[in-house]
């Protein structure tokens, strides 16, 4: 299994970039992990990232699993009904 890593930044500033490298870094089928554990300082931009990520994964044919999201990020996930898709 492939694993992306997210940084410990990621709000609206860094969003676009980040979603750009992780849908380029993606793997065309198969498993890949995304790590959220160095994850300290975000906002809802983050959350938008994630789900992007997951819609980039199925389209490749491939399944994206989030591991290692911070307790403030499930937190936000729950709050904007989210969380099922992480």
Known sequence: MATLHLPERL???EASA???QWTRDLPT???VALD???LRQFDSSAL???LACQRAAQARGCELQVVGLPPKAQQLAKVYGVAPWL
């Open 48 to 50: 938008a990232v994630l």
């Open 18 to 20: 980040c979603l750009a």
């Open 36 to 38: 959220a554990s160095a």
């Open 29 to 31: 089928a198969g498993s």
């Open 11 to 13: 709000t609206h500033q």
